[in-house]
């Protein structure tokens, strides 16, 4: 069966200090994968879409980058965190529309 | 620039009533439509869709309309439960079909 596994479910971070979030998935090959942000009021917002093993679309410019690594691995990551990337984190994978993972919540202090 | 708005914030309908979700959106070039269903330190989980062809689409208690010459869709759900207290989400997906744009939710509580 397709699972998508997205680990931490949560986080608290320093500002100024580094992030990585990582997003796996099982039973499927070659999945388009995304990774949106939920911010309040602006619904979900994608960050970065990847089509396959190293091929990163970055839809909003910020504080992020996105890497592709392996055929069914994506990871979010940031050299230093900002405040304003306080959020909660969701990876997906599209077939037939989109499987969520059980998201992250980052918390910046 | 928003081009999916869920205009309420919120909802509350009473047990075994009729809840109405809507949404509308501004790119005509949308032709699939979908909502999802979020619970509190959750992914959304996939509810029902509807592809542009279509203007209805059934699943159990829940249906889903689209008015494409309105650019709205809303999201029918009877007789709610207190189970459907959730956020919900549309989703329209353009023709190129590699984004999928997402309105700010509506949450729904439905009051025993």
């Known amino acids: 069966s397709q699972t998508i596994h997205q680990w931490p479910a949560t986080l608290v971070q320093p500002v100024g200090s580094p992030l990585s979030l990582e997003c796996t998935v099982e039973g499927t090959s070659n999945p388009n994968l995304y990774w949106y942000r939920q911010a309040a009021g602006r619904g979900l917002q994608l960050l970065f879409y990847s089509v396959g093993i190293g091929q990163i679309s970055s839809e909003v410019p910020q504080n992020l980058s996105a890497s592709r690594p392996q055929d069914r691995q994506f990871i979010l990551s940031s050299k230093k965190l900002l405040l304003s990337d306080s959020g909660f984190y969701l990876c997906?994978?599209?077939?037939?529309?989109?499987?969520f993972g059980s998201g992250t919540r980052l918390t910046v202090v | 620039d928003q081009q999916v708005k869920q205009n309420s914030p919120s909802l509350s309908v009473q047990e075994g009533r009729i809840s109405i979700l809507n949404c509308d959106y501004t790119n005509s070039m949308f032709d699939y439509f979908l909502w999802y269903k979020k619970y509190p330190a959750e992914g959304p989980t996939f509810l029902i869709s509807i592809s542009s062809i279509k203007d209805k689409n059934e699943d159990g208690r829940f249906t889903v309309f689209l008015n494409k010459s309105a650019k709205h869709l809303s999201l029918h759900i009877v007789p709610s439960q207190p189970g459907d207290s959730a956020v919900y989400f549309c989703a329209a997906e353009s023709d190129t079909g590699n984004q999928f744009y997402f309105g700010t939710g509506t949450s729904l509580t439905v009051i025993p």
């Open positions: 997906a994978w599209r077939e037939n529309g989109y499987t």
